[in-house]
């Protein structure tokens, strides 16, 4: 059964640091890796994706993926209150289903 | 960007009734839809999974004559809750993969079902 883990938190920083979400899976013929981020009684939004080992960045997110350690993270520097929202991961295999694996979410609270 | 619109955004019907979700890609084609209901604080929990034109594919413990797809369209896909029951009540998300980017998922807003 493919598993995707994370650290349910809560994660709380402070304003202005950075903010480490982490994420294990259990399918080494992942291929395709997400970071949604959920807003209380919302439904999750895309943020990032990253296909490739390394080092992915989009504004104040990084994506980091090591596929030999089965482990995708994502860094949000200098943390706002408006990013406190629960953060959830998503992994997918190669080939044309894509159905996603989700991850249980990383609770974050930034405070002032 | 990829817009995907979920109608109801909130509905409250009575035990027995029928309820009718609809999930549409706005801006793209979508050839696979997804749907998934979410309890307060859990996870998404992956109901099914529906293509155009095909029947849905269900997960194991999801009723299939209980909660019915229709994809009818590339942009269009319906998820109908029949003879609601209160423990029916749940948050219900639709998501849509983009035809053209062939993995990414986008997310519909959401429909949070209230059955009294």
Known sequence: Q????????PLSVPEGAIASLNCTYSDRGSQSF??????SGKSPELIMSIYSNGDKEDGRFTAQLNKASQYVSLLI?????SDSATYLCAVSSSGGSYIPTFGR???LIVHP | GA???QHP??????????VKIECRSLDFQATTMFWYRQF????LMLMATSNEGSKATYEQGVEKDKFLINHASLTLS???VTSAHPEDSSFYICSARHIALNTEAFFGQGTRLTVV
């Open chain 1, 2 to 9: 493919k598993e995707v883990e994370q650290n349910s938190g």
């Open chain 1, 77 to 81: 520097r200098d943390s706002q209150p």
């Open chain 2, 3 to 5: 817009v995907v619109s």
């Open chain 1, 105 to 107: 979410g990383t609770s």
């Open chain 2, 40 to 43: 307060p604080k859990q996870s």
């Open chain 1, 34 to 39: 997400f970071w949604y981020r959920q807003y």
């Open chain 2, 78 to 80: 319906t998820l109908t």
């Open chain 2, 9 to 18: 955004s909130r509905v409250i019907c009575k035990s027995g009734t029928s």
